[in-house]
């Protein structure tokens, strides 16, 4: 039997996970993990809420 493998694409803001990643000094992928919540911790749940607060306001900026 056949199964189809559909892969999902996340969507990331690019320029929130530059910022986060410049400023916390930490890899792009590592934010997109902890984002994505692969990554568990205190140090996952604040990079997770930097990344969203970023994502709201470039939102706002855009709007």
Known sequence: MD???IK???S???IAVNAV??????SKQYV????RGDRKGISADN?????????KKID????
């Open 3 to 5: 199964k189809n493998n």
């Open 8 to 10: 999902k694409n996340n």
């Open 12 to 14: 990331y803001n690019v």
């Open 21 to 26: 990643s410049v400023k916390l000094k930490i």
């Open 32 to 35: 997109r993990q902890c984002v």
């Open 47 to 55: 990079i997770k809420k930097e990344y969203n607060n970023l994502v």
């Open 60 to 63: 706002q900026l855009l709007l």
